[in-house]
Nanobody
Framework: QVQVVESGGGLVQAGGSLRLSCTASGLTFDNYAMGWFRQAPGKEREGVSC????????YYADSVEGRFTISRDNAKNTLYLQMNSLKPEDTAMYYC??????????????????WGQGTQVTVSS
């Protein structure tokens, strides 16, 4: 049984930082590209960042480019999202997900097979 579990969310002031972690079990982690999505109340889910199986390729949404960094440790079956210079508009539930598909320059939620339950990030102004 595949389990995907996020952690690291919380409340932070604008300009601050958080690091999200995601641990996946029950799958061969390095066979999957991994991604972070987020969804704010009343808004559609959006792709934030994703990383290829080996970590050699990454993608960032324009809204987070230069502020967020995605990484993975395949030995630990863990995905990370370092979020710096946080803004109130980054407030959302953040979800980790796994996909066997890699697309260059794009993220589509329908590609992702396994999802976590989410971790809340709240940025105060």
């Amino acid at each position: 049984q595949v389990q995907v579990v996020e952690s690291g969310g919380g409340l932070v002031q604008a300009g601050g930082s958080l690091r999200l972690s995601c641990t996946a079990s029950g799958l061969t982690f390095d066979n999957y590209a991994m991604g972070w999505f987020r969804q704010a109340p009343g808004k559609e889910r959006e792709g934030v960042s994703c990383i290829s199986w080996s970590g050699g390729s990454t993608y960032y949404a324009d809204s987070v480019e230069g502020r967020f960094t995605i990484s993975r440790d395949n030995a630990k079956n863990t995905l990370y999202l370092q979020m710096n210079s946080l803004k109130p508009e980054d407030t959302a539930m953040y979800y980790c997900a796994a996909t066997p598909i890699w697309r260059t320059g794009a993220m589509f939620s329908y590609d992702y097979k396994y999802w976590g339950q989410g971790t809340q990030v709240t940025v105060s102004s």
